[in-house]
């Protein structure tokens, strides 16, 4: 069964009750038919065939689907939005009510957030983006010291990597303490106990390491550039 939209790759789930029509409706499919749906992240139509697989066409490229045309008979559309300029932030965190908080806690404070579940994922989607911000959840690889995705941050680029506000999430840590956010190579940690109040602490933490930092990382991109 198809679990990826082949138009924007993101992830498709379904409950337990949409996977089974999804299942009837496979089965009552006829041969050489095409069923429909629409991807929750996009709203792209994908066509799926009895398998339950997006074919592709001879040459192997999908093409885009047709254009979504509800607003047509609803008589209202939204504009879109630029969105240039709206700084980006990943979470890698496993799919729980402690990652909605912790997403709307992000986007509180005006970022854009896109989520990740695995490490392969979110290094996959820091190799074209260039995000502001990284939350991670320290214990979902095992130990962070051994995390795939933690070395990657450690170890990347400072001309990257000073650009990235780095926050540790785990049970094991005491929030806002700063030395213990530098001996991890992040710029803040937080406690699952304080997660309830995360937008405080970015309303907080984040001002401050862009007034202590901003003036910094400006000189040095302009000395880059000359």
């Given amino acids: 069964?198809?679990?990826?939209?082949?138009?924007?790759?993101?992830?498709?789930?379904?409950?337990?009750?949409?996977?089974?029509?999804?299942?009837?409706?496979?089965?009552?499919?006829?041969?050489?038919?095409?069923?429909?749906?629409?991807?929750?992240?996009?709203?792209?139509?994908?066509?799926?065939?009895?398998?339950?697989?997006?074919?592709?066409?001879?040459?192997?490229?999908?093409?885009?689907?047709?254009?979504?045309?509800?607003?047509?008979?609803?008589?209202?559309?939204q504009a879109e939005e630029k969105v240039e300029d709206v700084p980006m932030a990943l979470v890698l965190y496993q799919p729980s009510a402690f990652c909605d908080t912790i997403c709307s806690a992000v986007e509180s404070v005006g970022?854009?957030?896109?989520?990740?579940?695995?490490?392969?994922?979110?290094?996959?989607?820091?190799?074209?983006?260039?995000?502001?911000?990284?939350?991670y959840q320290a214990d979902l690889e095992g130990s962070l010291e051994q995390s795939p995705f933690h070395r990657y941050l450690s170890k990347m680029p400072m001309e990257r990597r000073r650009y990235i506000f780095y926050i540790l999430v785990g049970p094991v840590f005491h929030t806002l303490y700063?030395?213990?956010?530098?001996?991890?190579?992040?710029?803040?940690?937080?406690?699952?106990n304080d997660i309830k109040h995360l937008d405080v602490i970015l309303h907080k933490t984040i001002p401050d390491y862009e007034e202590l930092f901003g003036p910094m990382m400006e000189e040095l991109g302009a000395y880059g550039k000359r």
């Fill in 111 to 135: 970022y854009q957030v896109v989520r990740a579940e695995t490490a392969q994922e979110a290094i996959e989607r820091m190799r074209f983006v260039n995000f502001s911000c990284v939350v």
């Fill in 178 to 192: 700063n030395l213990e956010a530098m001996a991890h190579s992040a710029n803040l940690t937080v406690n699952l």
């Fill in 1 to 77: 069964m198809m679990n990826q939209c082949p138009h924007c790759q993101g992830n498709i789930r379904f409950n337990p009750e949409q996977q089974g029509k999804l299942e009837q409706a496979l089965a009552n499919l006829e041969p050489e038919k095409l069923l429909t749906l629409k991807c929750p992240h996009c709203q792209t139509a994908i066509k799926i065939d009895k398998n339950g697989q997006a074919p592709a066409p001879d040459n192997g490229v999908l093409p885009p689907g047709p254009p979504n045309l509800d607003w047509l008979t609803s008589g209202v559309f």
